[in-house]
């Protein structure tokens, strides 16, 4: 056993649970001494007495400990974000991993058996060979119509994404550097598509809508820059999230309702009513309307810059977005997941600290928030012994 492996693992688990030395020592009934000896790999030796004290007080299996976690291993990772920011990418990894390892995990639990669903297979893409802007706007008009839903505002990204391709969605504490991060299990052939915490919820739905073009392109795209430039990729999954959430036939739609002419001129006002329509930000909207010749160069260049904060106090939804940026800077786990590890919970055979990791809160608010939905655990099934055996055995010393 890899003495150095093993501390490696035990200080990422102590982290991941929000645990410092001092308080997982005391835990395990261990000196504080000991335990970072442990960590750093400087101890003689450690024995399993030990390291189950520990996995216990970490409520994780002693197999993560002593083998590491097979998940972390063999999960596919399309990020977007600089590949040269190797600090921030291997934190947005660690909170992706953790889902898709607590996943893993209600597997061999025995948990209830709430599989991902496979559909039959994801929307044809396009001809590569198109434009790119043409690609884009084809496959976002594709995704509306194997969806239903015309040309009308999408409610809720995350549950298109669920509906339309079966994969896991959730909103993470991820670093700045991170928009969205899409990890993938080929064994278990589960994907999460994550996306970060943040105050601006129109981020947070063109960064799931990006992704998903990832996902439908298949292009396991890794970083979104290239000699400091957007790759084509970045570029073309924009445009398909921009065409998705802000489709042409609706803008159109939205001004012939607003009586808009040809000869009317789109001011700050119009623009920003339809970014509030489609819950888009400004600039996506501008870029669209100066794609359908709405606006010119300049004049997008004229209104660029302007907050959704700033629209929205001056137009008359600034409660509203306040809501909206509140609710964005929850986190958000993915539903399915989520509904397993409950049930593994009530059925005592998931400890409440790997809940709340879930959930993004303590353990405390999440056992409080559980049991007043009524949900507390199983108490544990008392063992029968078997007395043939035990009459056997004290026989057998007895000769």
């Known amino acids: 056993m890899d003495l150095v492996l093993v501390g490696e693992r035990i200080r990422r688990e102590r982290e991941r649970a929000g645990l410092n030395q001092r308080e997982l020592a005391k835990r ?4 504080q001494p000991t335990l970072t ?14 390291l189950d004290r520990l996995a216990g007080a970490l409520d994780i299996p002693v197999r993560l400990l002593t083998s590491g976690d097979p998940v972390r291993e063999r999960v596919q990772i399309a990020a977007r974000i600089n590949e040269a920011v190797a600090a921030e990418r291997e934190a947005a990894l660690r909170r992706t991993l953790e889902v898709l390892e607590l996943d893993a995990r209600l597997d061999k639990l025995g948990a209830t058996a709430t599989q991902q669903r496979k559909p039959a297979g994801y929307l044809p893409v396009p001809d590569e060979q198109l434009p790119r802007e043409q690609q884009a706007r084809e496959l976002a008009h594709r995704v509306r119509t194997a969806l239903h839903l015309g040309c009308a505002p999408i409610a809720d990204v995350d549950e298109l994404i669920e509906q339309l391709t079966g994969v896991d969605t959730a909103v993470l504490q991820l ?7 899409t990890a993938t299990d080929p064994v278990r052939e589960t994907t999460l598509i994550a996306v970060r915490v943040c105050d601006v919820p129109e981020r947070q739905r063109f960064s799931f809508a990006h992704e998903l073009g990832h ?3 298949n292009d396991g795209a890794q970083v979104h820059e290239l000699d400091d430039e957007r790759t084509p990729g970045e570029k073309r999954c924009d445009a398909f999230a921009r065409h998705l959430l802000a489709p042409e036939e609706g803008i ?21 009513l339809l970014a509030r329509h489609f819950r888009v930000s400004f600039p996506v909207i501008l870029i669209q309307l100066e794609a359908m010749s709405l606006i010119t160069a300049e004049q997008k260049k ?14 008359g939804w600034g409660p509203a977005y306040e809501q909206e940026q509140e609710a964005a800077q929850a986190v958000r786990a993915p539903r399915r997941i989520l509904e397993r590890a409950v049930e593994a919970y009530r059925q005592n055979l998931l400890g409440v600290r790997a809940l709340a990791m879930l959930e993004g809160r303590k353990p405390e608010e999440a ?21 043939s055996r035990l009459v056997a055995r004290g026989l057998a010393k007895g000769e």
């Open 28 to 31: 395990a009934q261990l000196s």
């Open 37 to 50: 000896r442990i960590e750093t790999g400087t101890r003689a030796n450690v024995t399993l007495v030990e």
């Open 175 to 181: 670093p700045k550097t991170t928009d969205g991060f």
């Open 215 to 217: 996902l439908l392109w």
């Open 252 to 272: 159109k739609a939205w001004l012939s309702a607003e009586r808009f002419t040809e000869s009317s001129r789109v001011n700050e006002r119009t623009a920003a």
């Open 302 to 315: 004229e209104l660029w810059g302007t907050t959704g904060v700033q629209l929205a106090q001056r137009y």
């Open 367 to 387: 056992e409080a928030s559980l049991a007043e939905a009524g949900i507390t655990p199983n108490p544990p099934s008392p063992k029968r012994a078997n007395l």
